[in-house]
């Protein structure tokens, strides 16, 4: 008779023990974006001119944000898999960015950017072409 309220006092605290499940958090009310895209270039909005920044010793046009979640605006030029010259400029925040390229056949190449090397990137368009970038 013991054993069954012993075995009956187990179940039940096993049951009452469940994990209360963990509300999710806060979401912070913020003009960035989890990823860049080529229209960020075109703009600035009224909360990323609060925080615009121009400084000649680095190699990026202009900078928005703050700490930790910069967004860089970088003018670029390259060359595409038959080696024609492109040149644009791109929006990077991160490791990841996006921008426009022209060429002298094709006025704007939407791309996405990927850092590879300090003032180095690759980029693919839309149609799946690749470029090499450099940071002018």
Known sequence: ???NYIILFLFLVTLSCKKAS???PPEI??????????DDRKTITAEEAKTYHVNDTYQYKY?????????YNYDVKG???DGDSVFGNINVQGKYGAG????DTIPDIEINTEWVAYGKLNATDLQGNKYQL???
């Open 79 to 81: 060359i595409d898999i």
């Open 100 to 103: 426009i390229l022209r060429n």
């Open 1 to 3: 008779m013991q054993k």
């Open 22 to 24: 963990a509300p999710p």
């Open 29 to 38: 009310n913020s003009f960035f974006k989890p990823a860049i895209t080529a």
């Open 63 to 71: 900078r928005t944000g703050h700490s930790g979640q910069y967004e």
């Open 134 to 136: 450099i940071v002018k």
